[in-house]
């Protein structure tokens, strides 16, 4: 993923989780993100410190990254080994 993709996810996502679905949209034809009374292009999500969770230190990992960077094994059963 690229560093601008990260950024604009979560400011969306701290858009959305602190406006609301009901508050916040994003407008596809004139590239707005639209909440509230008025809005902002779509470029300004990919900007840091657009929101609070990407102002200050946003890019460094969390503390328990052991879990997130742990491989995935499907549970058994699943995949098609008979159990």
């Known amino acids: 993923m690229t ?28 590239d707005t993100l639209v909440y509230g009374d008025g809005g902002a292009t779509m470029e300004t999500l990919c900007e840091p410190g657009f929101t ?16 997130e960077s742990a491989v995935w094994a499907a549970p058994k059963g699943v995949g098609g080994d008979g159990a």
């Open 3 to 30: 560093e601008e993709t990260r950024i604009a996810l979560l400011n969306y996502d701290w858009m959305v989780r602190n406006r609301g679905l009901d508050d916040v949209a994003l407008d596809w034809d004139s």
């Open 52 to 67: 609070p969770a990407t102002h200050g230190d946003w890019a460094q990992p969390p503390v328990d990254t052991a879990q």
